[in-house]
């Protein structure tokens, strides 16, 4: 018996320790290649989605100066258009809260809703104040300037008053402050591209590990919970439509909530099957990964049964009111049955792709029990 | 049948392997402490969140804040007397307390190797590992190069206990029919140079290895017992528990394992080994009279541990009281040295849902928990309902009187498709923690 179990061990030892190919080349060699994963994510859908964001961005700084220059209607109206322009090209980057981006808090920063009015207010009166500090994030960013163009009874008569010259000089500050840390990311990821793409390896910090974190936790957080659940009362018991994104424009406007959301929708499908920021092409997503890791779920294949989810789900949004405001004020329901479509992705997402994936985020020793 | 028992309680042997496990032991343990401490997570496991888990039985242990620290202060301290051999009985007392303390401020962090130390070092009051080359040598001017041979057989035993437990609970199809969840964890292990894109992504390697884990576990102490493979089993000791250090985030636990299997050598070694100690430490020991018989309360400590050994066997076989699926409803998996076997991931909310408007919310857990703390209640279902118990409380005392908690639950256990873990209409709050079985976890489908 012994001898038996010697032997045993002693061809094991021998096969571990030479660590040759024994021919046996089965389909299970994983030989996926992550570099290229990576590059097709950043160079086709991260960086384009940048570069577009920072356009809209700049538009934005022009629209502001034009205002600044000639405070009348006309250039309010498109300084609004070009605030919901880059709003909509912001949806596309949210995200992507990794490296740079999650060093400065640009997340935060940048799309922190509802608004602190009170703070914005005093703010504007005082002059005083740092953008840095995180009990300002809710003053600035997208919905601070959605206060300061759709939620002021009277902008031009604000903005060309007394007091003009504050609003002016805030409505600047907070722009220039937006497209400064959007240059700064942008100009990491130009520089650092190299290493974000071939960090491949399996540890909590390596890219596509972060990147699959985020865009869980985004799915979860920036879209499931802000733009639907919270507004829908799912975290509060009572509903919240004053918490939808954008809610200043909305109350004029009626769709803008709903378009800000299903863009993000598009956004986050998109990115799963890796297809090109521009759509001209589908590269490798993370579907295909997930298809290659051989995720096979009771015969679905578990891509395929996020795919179908989302779709369900992103029907479920459509079908919903034009105004997200309207839809929660008159018939809540619909929204929390619409959230729980949203919702049922997110076990697919978080236990079975984890699963498959591996993903190591374990910082304490662990015996896997 | 009596006589020979008489006879063996009454045998003498050589004390060195002891000196070689004291000497071993309390090294490792003083800088196992100094690790954890080092990385900071004292103050992340222990300080900073602002709710535990405990264990069942064990509800009312004091959590420490700040003063954690001087807790693993005092475990450090009391390794290092260990370790040189001062005022050991009190030292290993004193480390046995704290280090037990300490395992029972937090659940989250349950692992069989802090469980095994805690076993181990209540063993080792009643074993005298400072027999001899110890300060207290010096202090008390004698010592003993015999010891009763019941001694050294203990930690064997309780070594053997341990291997033979780990190697059943692998027979179980999961592991050795599917390979899971070497299957799933090995292939992500492709960043390993050399073997990491090659034999972990083979099929036949998860297979040979999930058996090769089995045998390995169950012939390791029949390998270290008998004299003539005892070296070829040392040999396999190192190279498993190095290989599964190299794969696996599993701490200082396989250079605990290595260093106890020592114990099985021969006292000749340890001699050499001792000799080698006092060459290099210098310190001369004086002929101090040689005890021939430790002075310890033998029958105390006989009858002592023939109970803890019990113990030890019924503990892990108590899951034989439940039905199912033992690694998806976990009752009676813990205490059991049931170790690497199973990749159980899951999801957890849950509901508030307040009786007096019929409103209700779903809980962040993030408010709560810290990530780790997540991560191991959402697949546990103690931790559910003592977390559901909690949040009861905290809402409560927020002023909402009649309210229910339900848990929105889904696992997935070895890279099955996840599924609903915990009935969704059972009101958690009305359920208590006990022995008996907990019906609201719905059984795994697809079996």
Not at chain 1, 228 to 238: E, K, L, Q, Y
Not at chain 2, 78 to 100: D, M, N, Q
Not at chain 2, 378 to 397: C, M
Request: proline share 3%; charged share 20%; with cysteine.
């Amino acid at each position: 018996m012994i001898k038996k179990i010697i032997t045993i061990f002693s061809i094991a030892v021998l096969l571990y320790s030479c660590g040759s190919e024994s021919g046996n080349n089965n389909n299970y060699d994983d030989g996926f290649n992550r570099s290229e994963l990576l590059a097709n994510l950043t160079d086709n859908i991260i960086i384009p989605s940048y570069n577009n964001f920072q356009q809209e961005l700049i538009n934005l700084e022009q629209s502001a100066i034009n205002f600044t220059n000639n405070t009348d209607q006309d250039n309010l109206e498109s300084l609004r258009s070009s605030w919901l322009d880059a709003y909509m090209a912001w949806q596309h980057i949210e995200m992507f809260d990794i490296a740079k981006a999650e060093e400065i808090d640009f997340r935060r920063k940048m799309n922190a809703y509802p608004c602190n009015t009170i703070r914005i207010d005093i703010n504007i009166s005082s002059e005083n104040y740092d953008l840095n500090n995180s009990n300002h994030y809710s003053a600035q960013g997208f919905p601070a300037l959605d206060y300061l163009l759709n939620g002021l009874t009277d902008p031009i008569i604000l903005f060309s008053g007394n007091d003009g010259q504050n609003y002016i000089n805030y409505l600047n500050s907070l722009v220039q402050y937006m497209l400064l840390n959007t240059n700064e990311i942008i100009n990491e990821w130009n520089n650092n591209r190299d290493l974000f793409i071939n960090s491949t390896e399996n540890t909590a910090s390596s890219s596509l590990n972060k990147l699959t974190n985020d865009f869980i936790f985004y799915y979860e957080k920036g879209f499931r919970a802000n733009k639907i659940g919270i507004p829908a009362g799912v975290f509060s018991g009572s509903p919240l439509p004053e918490n939808v994104e954008a809610y200043y424009h909305n109350l004029n406007n009626n769709t803008t909530s709903k378009n800000l959301a299903l863009e993000a929708f598009v956004c986050i499908q998109k990115f799963f099957v890796g297809q090109y920021f521009d759509n001209s092409s589908e590269g490798t997503g993370i579907s295909d990964y997930l298809n290659h890791l051989n995720a096979q779920e009771q015969g679905n294949n578990l891509s395929d049964l996020i795919i179908s989810t989302f779709d369900e789900a992103e029907l479920a949004i459509t079908e919903l009111d034009q105004d997200l405001m309207s839809q929660i004020n008159t018939n809540n329901y619909d929204m929390l049955v619409t959230y729980d479509k949203i919702q049922a992705a997110v076990p697919l997402l978080k236990i079975d792709m984890l699963v498959y994936l591996s993903i190591d985020v374990d910082y304490i020793d662990a015996d896997g029990d | 049948m009596m006589s020979t028992l008489k006879k063996y309680i009454n045998s003498y042997t050589d004390s060195s392997p002891l000196v070689i496990f004291r000497i071993g032991f309390g090294l490792m343990m003083f800088f196992s402490i100094l690790r954890f401490w080092s990385k900071g997570w004292i103050d992340k496991i222990y300080v900073k969140p602002s709710f535990h888990f405990t264990y069942y039985g064990f509800e009312w242990i004091e959590q420490l804040g700040e003063y954690t620290y001087i807790l693993f202060l005092i475990c450090a301290i009391s390794a290092f007397f260990i370790t040189i051999g001062l005022k050991y009985r009190i030292s290993i007392i004193i480390f046995f307390l704290s280090f037990t303390y300490i395992e029972l401020l937090e659940k989250t962090i349950y692992l069989n190797h802090y469980y095994f130390i805690c076993v181990l070092s209540f063993l080792l009051i009643f074993i005298p590992l400072n027999s001899s080359f110890s300060i207290d040598n010096i202090l008390s001017k004698h010592r003993s190069t015999k010891v009763p041979r019941w001694t050294i057989d203990s930690i064997k035993l309780l070594l053997c206990i341990v291997y033979i437990y780990a190697g059943l609970a692998k027979i179980n199809s999961d592991w050795l029919l599917e390979a899971l969840p070497l299957k799933i964890w090995l292939p992500s292990k492709y960043d390993l140079p050399i073997i990491g894109d090659t034999l972990m992504q083979k099929n036949w390697v998860h297979y040979a290895m999930s058996w090769g884990g089995m045998i390995y576990d169950l012939s390791i102490p029949f390998l270290l017992i008998n004299k003539k493979t005892r070296n070829f089993g040392f040999f396999m000791v190192v190279f498993f528990h190095v290989f599964t250090r190299i794969l696996f985030p599993i701490g200082v636990f396989p250079y605990i394992m290595i260093m106890s299997a020592t114990i099985f050598f021969d006292s000749k070694v340890h001699d050499r080994i001792i000799l080698a100690l006092k060459n290099v430490s210098k310190i001369k020991f004086k002929d101090y009279k040689i005890k021939d018989r430790n002075s310890l309360n033998n029958k105390f400590s006989i009858i002592i541990l023939s109970l803890f050994f019990i113990l030890q066997l019924t503990i892990p076989l108590r899951n034989l009281a439940y039905s199912g699926n033992l690694m998806w409803h976990e009752q009676g998996y813990r205490f059991s040295w049931r170790v690497m076997l199973m990749e159980k991931i899951g999801y957890t909310t849950f509901k508030i849902l307040n009786k007096d408007n019929g409103q209700s919310f779903i809980v962040d857990n993030d408010e709560f928990l810290t990530s780790y703390q997540k991560k191991q209640m959402n697949f546990q279902p103690d931790f559910i309902l003592e977390y559901a118990h909690y949040l009861g409380r905290h809402f409560k005392n927020k002023g909402l009187k009649n309210i229910e908690v339900y848990a929105d639950s889904y696992v997935s256990l070895n890279g099955r498709k996840s599924q609903r873990f915990i009935n969704p209409n059972i009101n958690l709050l009305a359920e208590t923690e006990s022995f008996a079985n907990k019906n609201w976890i719905l059984p795994l489908k697809n079996e």
